[in-house]
């Protein structure tokens, strides 16, 4: 057994890790707002400590893997902000946010297995630390305790768990499969990405409304705004995954390409390709170098014109597109808002979204 990943402190606040700063926060209640979340989230970390802890030796190391290697908490932050459109990070909330963390945690692990991935937050990821297996089923725990938090929250909460965690399957069970004959690439894939990642973080909106007993017809506008946010969380996930320094990132270089994910930079050069010789050659080169060789045993001469390939894909306008296309989706999501009242929280929704497509710059 190896030892857990180190745990991460964080330096400063989360608020401000996200970009929910002074300069943002200019009034009393703004500021009041950022430090009720910072303190809801102390209360998630603490809440995440004591539930990713188990009894069994071997679940209590895996479980706690990737939690002690940091994370955003982009979700449990959601909730927080949208639960003060009601009375704010009351316990319940508190439950359901750390609730979609571990959901989200668990899908790490699977996602991890399923990609081949050998980093997640910086470390080695837990199938490479202790294999396929393992992995799986500290994803499954995770997943059961995530289930087990819900169900004190009642039927509403156990059905959104449930409802979320179908269309996250769907969707990884979609971008396995890939688009059927005669099905858009490209609307296939955002498809995939609105059940993978837009729901969960829609689902974390969503919960943020219900348990704060926030008026009901608030709930649509923050689904919505949550789901569009999740898709382009992650296009701009797309546009980093091409990053060339891993040290920021936590994953080598094209990731996902070298597991044969097809991301959006990718699938737009394949558009392009037919009519567009550059883009044809480039493509050829992806193929050959990078996709053809998943799963097989790399030289030295293989790594070098993966990396080649991965760079000259970065350069590509394709990837400009992708981030273009990432804050229009950011863009539809501060639009979902408009219904809801002026103030604190819709400012700092707004501020969320325009936060999440900076990370890529």
């Known amino acids: 057994m190896k030892p857990s990943a180190p745990v991460v402190r964080r330096s400063a606040s989360m608020t401000s890790q996200l970009g929910l ?9 703004d500021r009041g707002l950022a430090a009720d979340i910072d303190a809801g989230i102390d209360q998630v970390e603490a809440m995440l400590l004591a539930e990713v802890t188990f009894t069994d030796d071997i679940a209590d190391v895996t479980g706690r893997y990737l939690l002690n290697a940091g994370g955003k908490r982009v979700r449990p932050m959601l909730a927080l902000l949208t639960a003060h459109l009601g009375n704010g990070a009351i316990p319940d909330v508190v439950t359901a946010a750390t609730a979609i963390e571990i959901t989200h945690l668990a899908s790490l692990y699977h996602d991890d297995v399923m990609d081949d991935s050998d980093r997640r937050r910086g470390v080695p990821s837990a199938q490479t630390v202790w294999g396929n297996s393992v992995a799986i089923l500290t994803g499954d725990l995770l ?24 269309r996250l399957v769907l969707g990884q069970l979609h971008e396995t499969v890939g688009p059927r004959p005669g099905e858009d690439a490209v609307q296939h894939y955002i498809q995939v ?21 926030a008026p009901d017809e608030f709930e649509q506008p923050v689904i919505a705004f949550g789901e569009k946010i999740g898709v382009a969380f992650q296009l701009i996930d797309d546009v980093i ?41 480039l493509l050829a080169r992806l193929e050959r170098d990078v996709l053809a060789r998943v799963g097989q045993p790399n030289t030295p001469d293989d790594v070098t014109a993966a990396d080649a390939a991965i760079t000259a894909l970065r350069q590509h306008p394709v990837t400009s597109q992708t981030l273009s296309e990432a804050h229009r989706w950011a863009g539809d999501a501060v639009d979902a808002l408009d219904s809801l009242p002026k103030g604190s929280v819709k400012k700092a929704l707004t501020r969320f979204a325009e936060t999440i497509v900076e990370r890529s710059s």
């Open 143 to 166: 997943f059961a305790r995530a289930s087990q938090l819900m169900a004190r929250l009642g039927e509403r909460a156990i059905r959104l768990q449930a409802n979320t965690f179908e």
């Open 241 to 281: 995954d091409l990053s060339p320094q891993p040290e920021e990132t936590g994953k080598v270089p094209g990731t996902d390409l070298r597991a044969g994910v097809a991301t959006l930079p990718l699938l737009k050069l394949r558009a392009l390709a037919p009519t567009d010789a550059a883009a044809g050659d």
């Open 21 to 29: 700063t002074d300069r943002i926060f200019s009034t009393a209640a």
């Open 193 to 213: 990405l609105a059940d993978k990642t837009g729901s969960l973080i829609a689902a974390a909106a969503q919960a943020g409304v219900v348990f704060s007993d």
